[in-house]
């Protein structure tokens, strides 16, 4: 073959290459010769895997959370709790209020002996309760870390009685009750000072006989008291 002609031939062969040589690998990166899929580069992966796993989590979470409440439907309240008990009323006495019998201790200022300032403070008030000293004045010393100290009151039927209680400046709060024999508290006082009434505008009235008892305490400080028990005739 004349050099001319093969050097045609050579070319021509090269030129169809150069032609052919995309489309295979074109037809290659499809998968067509290696009849499989093509690899993944290594972030496409990874993004995908991430995507999985993402979606994994959203569907506990979503089965984690409560299903509120269908419309029209109440959601169940927890149970409350049941109220303390009463404490029991006595059945051998009762408290009557008497509003003039507020204003009869108004004016009473203590002057440091609690013995003449309780008789002082009980015998303002005689003229509008009309009762009468029952018994002599009581004496003691208490603090708030003490227990209660208890005084017998020997009640009558159809009678009321009022107990006046004064201690020193040291007691900031001295407590009076009167029990009756059942342990029930007939009545108190509300005050929070070193002077105690009960009642303070009225009196415990006992409808039968009873071996009832006067209970002091002191809520805050220190020192001595004194108390009287005045009653009378319903």
Request: hydrophobic share 40%; charged share 20%; with cysteine.
């Given at each position: 073959?004349?050099?001319?002609?093969?050097?045609?031939?050579?070319?021509?062969?090269?030129?169809?290459g150069?032609?052919?040589?995309?489309?295979?690998?074109?037809?290659?990166?499809?998968?067509?010769?290696?009849?499989?899929?093509?690899?993944?580069?290594?972030?496409?992966a990874?993004?995908?895997?991430?995507?999985?796993?993402?979606?994994?989590?959203?569907?506990?979470?979503?089965?984690?959370?409560?299903?509120?409440?269908?419309?029209?439907?109440?959601?169940?309240?927890?149970?409350?709790?049941?109220?303390?008990?009463?404490?029991?009323?006595?059945?051998?006495?009762?408290?009557?209020?008497?509003?003039?019998?507020?204003?009869?201790?108004?004016?009473?200022?203590?002057?440091?002996?609690?013995?003449?300032?309780?008789?002082?403070?009980?015998?303002?008030?005689?003229?509008?309760?009309?009762m009468?000293?029952?018994?002599?004045?009581?004496?003691?010393?208490?603090?708030?870390?003490?227990?209660?100290?208890?005084?017998?009151?020997?009640?009558?039927?159809?009678?009321?009685?009022?107990?006046?209680?004064?201690?020193?400046?040291?007691?900031?709060?001295?407590?009076?009750?009167?029990?009756?024999?059942?342990?029930?508290?007939?009545?108190?006082?509300?005050?929070?000072?070193?002077?105690?009434?009960?009642?303070s505008?009225?009196?415990?009235?006992?409808?039968?006989?009873?071996?009832?008892?006067?209970?002091?305490?002191?809520?805050?400080?220190?020192?001595?008291?004194?108390?009287?028990?005045?009653?009378?005739?319903?």
């Amino acid at each position: 073959m004349p050099h001319s002609t093969r050097t045609q031939a050579l070319s021509l062969i090269f030129v169809a290459g150069a032609a052919v040589a995309p489309f295979a690998i074109a037809l290659g990166a499809c998968g067509i010769f290696g009849g499989g899929k093509p690899a993944e580069s290594a972030p496409a992966a990874k993004a995908a895997e991430g995507e999985e796993a993402g979606a994994a989590e959203s569907a506990s979470a979503a089965e984690a959370t409560p299903t509120p409440a269908a419309s029209g439907e109440k959601a169940e309240k927890p149970a409350e709790a049941a109220p303390p008990p009463s404490a029991p009323s006595s059945t051998k006495a009762t408290t009557k209020n008497e509003p003039a019998w507020a204003t009869c201790h108004e004016k009473f200022k203590a002057k440091g002996n609690p013995s003449a300032d309780v008789a002082a403070l009980a015998k303002g008030c005689a003229k509008a309760s009309k009762m009468k000293l029952i018994g002599k004045t009581l004496t003691g010393k208490q603090s708030d870390a003490g227990p209660p100290q208890s005084y017998p009151l020997k009640a009558d039927a159809n009678h009321c009685y009022r107990v006046f209680a004064q201690a020193q400046e040291s007691i900031k709060n001295l407590d009076v009750a009167i029990k009756d024999s059942a342990g029930n508290i007939v009545a108190q006082d509300g005050s929070t000072s070193p002077t105690a009434i009960v009642l303070s505008d009225g009196a415990v009235c006992f409808t039968a006989k009873d071996a009832a008892t006067v209970v002091v305490s002191v809520g805050s400080g220190s020192g001595k008291y004194a108390v009287q028990i005045w009653g009378g005739a319903n």
